[in-house]
């Protein structure tokens, strides 16, 4: 979509080869001095290491720094800073928390990094109306804090304490998105900076309606676009009632067939759960290990249930009449949320866990979601595939949306390993005749990705 974008919008941006033909790693002086004109100086920086860390997310990707680095303090700022850049034909690089897996953040044509993180006031909170307006520097944790004492919350989980303007952006999705739905659902507007510095509000400024059928869906285009089409400065997004009560469970099963097979039939009975994750052996024992969890080393549901006491007794009764008819054993739970926090702290950090299974390699994650329908089928065959590529790697999932992770180690001076890499994540992402419903995506880390030539960000060419 973004190259189509591109090409559709070639000869509308203004090349200029910025700075005179600069190599990367270079701005010329005045255009330097530009920059510091619109932020001010001490919101500038061109040091090595600060354009490194502004080069580099938690992905496999190599580091590709910008030329400079800047810290705008509003929305007038990042206006007038994509303005200049615009003029010059500059890239653009939006950067939140730096916490994304796709290498969306690396500077492959230099340019101009764009640090939001200093715009993080929450701007407004309309209780009666379920909605709240932040900026990208406030992160899902520093909102749910916030709303602590208001009796809302926002749901919307990917792991990492992410920028919520980062998540849009991404279109992020979750533990809770079986049951909240992801980023997709939860914007109900948008502000945003064109490439040439406009202001753009997506929904029509100081709006927050849950539904509206009149012109363009211009704030779905938005969400997922990536850093693409421009720089959002503001997002307002749909808040939900805080749960009355919240108990969380585990269960272990004889096999991943098993465990997938309660997982469709939770659903099919219409079970309203909040989470429902799947670990599998490799995972759980590198979350026991990472996370000192005292859970049995085999594939694993972790679930969780949300509403009123009278309500999760009988979700928990029906789910593990369910779960016993697949052959699970330690079916346990958790309503404490010191106990809560512990497992879903675990399955957070289970990115960090597989990485300690191998030292000194990188992580590489798939991204397939498929129809639950074959979910059982795609997910065991998945696991077959990986035993016998011989890497090593583990899968985790949100399979209430047919959603599944492999993340695979791989030295990334192996070239042999690599290619062993690429064949399993080009096998899992093809679309075989004997599957004719498999519909499947990989990440953004595509290959041309993870041989470290990281995938393009905003508006470079």
Request: glycine fraction near 8%; proline fraction near 5%.
């Amino acid at each position: 979509m973004a190259r189509l974008l591109r090409a559709a919008t070639w000869g509308l941006f203004p090349w200029r080869g910025y700075c005179s033909q600069k190599t990367k790693g270079e701005l010329c002086r005045d255009f330097v001095e530009a920059l510091k004109a619109v932020v001010g100086g001490s919101h500038v920086s061109t040091a090595t290491v600060v354009r490194e860390q502004h080069g580099r997310d938690e992905s496999v990707h190599r580091c590709e720094p910008p030329d400079a680095v800047v810290w705008p303090q509003n929305v007038e700022q990042v206006s007038r800073l994509a303005a200049l850049c615009y003029r010059q034909g500059v890239p653009i690089i939006p950067f939140g928390t730096g916490t994304g897996l796709e290498g969306g953040v690396c500077a492959v044509q230099g340019g101009v990094c764009v640090n939001l993180t200093h715009m993080d006031r929450i701007l407004e909170l309309n209780l009666e109306d379920f909605s709240v307006v932040v900026e990208p520097g406030v992160t899902r944790k520093a909102l749910n804090v916030h709303l602590r004492d208001s009796g809302l919350w926002f749901p919307v989980d990917p792991g990492a304490d992410a920028s919520l303007c980062g998540m849009a952006a991404t279109g992020a999705s979750g533990t809770n998105a079986v049951r909240y739905g992801t980023m997709r659902d939860n914007v109900l507007n948008l502000e945003v900076v064109l490439p040439d510095g406009r202001l753009l509000h997506t929904a029509g400024q100081g709006r927050h309606f849950r539904k509206s059928a009149a012109g363009y869906n211009l704030t779905g285009l938005f969400v997922g676009s990536e850093g693409t089409l421009g720089l959002i400065t503001a997002t307002t997004l749909r808040l939900h009632p805080a749960p009355e009560a919240i108990v969380a469970a585990t269960c272990a099963f004889p096999s991943v067939q098993a465990a997938v097979d309660s997982t469709v039939h939770i659903l099919q009975a219409a079970v309203p759960v909040a989470r429902i994750e799947f670990l599998d052996e490799v995972m759980m024992d590198a979350c026991n290990r990472y996370s000192k969890l005292n859970c049995s080393v085999a594939p694993t549901l972790f679930l969780e249930f949300h509403g009123s006491q009278q309500a999760l007794e009988e979700q928990l009764q029906r789910t593990e009449e369910i779960v016993q008819q697949n052959g699970a054993s330690d079916f346990s739970w958790a309503k404490a949320a010191e106990e809560r926090s512990q497992l879903w702290t675990a399955r957070h950090n289970a990115w960090y866990a597989a990485l300690a299974m191998r030292p000194g390699c990188k992580g590489y994650s798939t991204d397939v979601c498929v129809p639950i329908s074959r979910l059982p089928e795609i997910l065991v065959q998945t696991k077959e595939d990986l035993n016998a590529s011989g890497l090593t790697g583990s899968i985790v999932g949100h399979v209430g949306d047919g959603n599944f992770h492999c993340i695979l180690l791989v030295n990334p001076d192996d070239a042999e390993e690599l290619g062993r890499v690429k064949a399993f994540a080009e096998q899992l992402g093809s679309q075989p005749a004997s599957h004719p419903l498999f519909q499947a995506h990989l990440s953004c880390s595509s290959w041309i990705g993870l041989f470290f030539d990281a995938p393009s960000s905003a508006w470079q060419r």
